[in-house]
């Protein structure tokens, strides 16, 4: 199959991610409290980076051009596949939060910890399903920029999901401090309990 077809196949899961925020975006409650505006620019422009890397050649540039993995159609099928339990990763855990919900961090007036679907294993499976299609579109991609992209929203997402944890600490005290022993921050924990049940989360 042509790259082309290939590259276009790819990018379903993501049309289908992005649809399902922008249907959903303005169902959720008033807000509370917010992070500084400088926190939310740095955590954009470096998520509008990665995306850049991974889905144009405007940075394809030196060794970010070159490839670590052979162009196989069986690699490309694998990685669209997995970009597709990513992307319903995040949008299971996006229709979990429901109300509570925001692209920034940030209370809702009448905020829940949601302790249920994927926030019963981790605290942030948004950013887990983001970072599991990104990976997926990585191996359809082949080449370092994806991996640099990868690299980009680990840390993005990783300083974002501290934030927001800090905010649901003073908020929940206590409560959100049992959530965190029993679950994995944005991977499932290996060999210690988690699965609790429950109204916490945020991403």
Same mark, same amino acid.
């Given at each position: 199959?042509?790259?082309?077809?290939?590259?276009?196949?790819?990018?379903?899961?993501?049309?289908?991610?992005?649809?399902?925020?922008?249907?959903?975006?303005?169902?959720?409650?008033?807000?509370?409290?917010?992070?500084?505006?400088a926190d939310r620019l740095l955590t954009v422009v470096v998520v509008i980076v990665a995306y850049e890397l991974l889905f144009t050649r405007v940075l394809r540039i030196g060794v970010l051009g070159l490839r670590f993995v052979p162009p196989q159609a069986w690699i490309a099928y694998a990685g669209i596949a997995v970009s597709c339990v990513?992307?319903?990763?995040?949008?299971?855990?996006?229709?979990?939060?429901? =109300?509570?919900?925001?692209? !920034?961090?940030?209370?809702? @007036?009448?905020?829940?910890?949601?302790?249920?679907?994927?926030?019963? #294993?981790?605290?942030?499976?948004?950013y887990t399903g983001m970072l599991v299609a990104t990976i997926g579109t990585t191996l359809v991609v082949g080449e370092w920029r994806a991996i640099a992209a990868i690299v980009l929203l680990i840390a993005a997402h990783s300083r974002?999901?501290?934030?927001? =944890?800090?905010?649901?600490? !003073?908020?929940?005290?206590? @409560?959100?401090?049992?959530?965190?022993?029993?679950?994995?921050?944005? #991977?499932?924990?290996?060999?210690?309990?988690?699965?609790?049940?429950?109204p916490a989360g945020q991403n």
């Open positions: 199959m042509p790259y082309d077809t290939m590259w276009r196949i790819a990018l379903i899961p993501w049309y289908v991610f992005a649809a399902y925020w922008a249907i959903t975006a303005f169902r959720v409650r008033p807000t509370k409290t917010r992070e500084r505006s990513g992307t319903a990763i995040s949008i299971w855990a996006r229709y979990c939060l429901g =109300e509570n919900w925001s692209a !920034r961090v940030t209370l809702k @007036e009448g905020h829940q910890l949601i302790r249920t679907g994927p926030y019963a #294993f981790v605290r942030h499976p948004i974002k999901a501290l934030r927001e =944890e800090r905010l649901l600490t !003073r908020e929940f005290g206590d @409560e959100y401090s049992v959530y965190r022993q029993h679950t994995g921050f944005m #991977f499932p924990r290996l060999g210690g309990k988690s699965g609790i049940a429950g």
